[in-house]
T-cell receptor, first 112, second 114 residues
């Protein structure tokens, strides 16, 4: 199956700092999603981005499918950005959906 | 529009008891997924359905686990008998499928087996 590696595993930043989280995957994908798991355990959708670049407020993401990686950028960090960020990928030949394979996550702590 | 709904949110049971987790997907979504999250193994896919039909159950850990989807708006994940190692958070997710692969997750059920 597809392997997903996320880096760094842990990141501690001061409020206001910028950060880049990386996701490498081992094979072709037709689904790539970034999630934020908040302290209450909810998985919040950030981006659905199997290719290209998207932006949503202080967050943006880029996936370079041909090189099998994706980046999540967080600018001007706030304490509410703390939590675990997951990258998850899926692939199904012929289209349609498939289950997601998750990375181990990046645990982000934003200090005031 | 309501998101994915799961019940119960928390379940505490004793080893050997039957446990049933429930999920209502987003209306109109053709795919439904069950995942499990543990400290040791992270988030892993258990099984998924397309139009109420199980497509891939290779992630179901043992015969003690079973899942059904009797109609487009309801699915159950059953563990019988439950064991302490089944303690985890169980998530249900749904997606449109062919029109969009983006999956949306429910709040999860935290299961504790004593």
């Amino acid at each position: 199956g597809i392997q997903v590696e996320q880096s760094p595993p842990d990141l501690i930043l001061q409020e206001g700092a910028n950060s880049t989280l990386r996701c490498n995957f081992s094979d072709s994908v037709n689904n790539l999603q970034w999630f934020h798991q908040n302290p209450w355990g909810q998985l919040i959708n950030l981006f659905y981005i199997p290719s290209g670049t998207k932006q949503n407020g202080r967050l943006s993401a880029t996936t370079v499918a041909t090189e099998r990686y994706s980046l999540l950028y967080i600018s001007s960090s706030q304490t509410t950005d703390s939590g675990v960020y997951f990258c998850a990928v899926g692939y199904r030949a012929g289209g349609g959906a498939d289950g997601l394979t998750f990375g181990k996550g990046t645990h982000l702590i934003i200090q005031p | 529009d309501a998101g994915v709904i799961q019940s119960p949110r928390h379940e505490v049971t004793e080893m050997g008891q039957e446990v049933t987790l429930r999920c209502k997907p987003i209306s109109g979504h053709d795919y439904l997924f069950w995942y499990r999250q543990t400290m040791m193994r992270g988030l892993e896919l258990l099984i998924y359905f397309n139009n109420n039909v199980p497509i891939d159950d290779s992630g179901m850990p043992e015969d003690r686990f079973s899942a059904k989807m009797p109609n487009a708006s309801f699915s159950t994940l059953k563990i019988q008998p439950s064991e302490p190692r089944d303690s985890a958070v169980y998530f249900c997710a749904s997606s449109l499928g062919d029109r969009s692969n983006e999956q949306f997750f429910g709040p999860g059920t935290r299961l504790t087996v004593l």
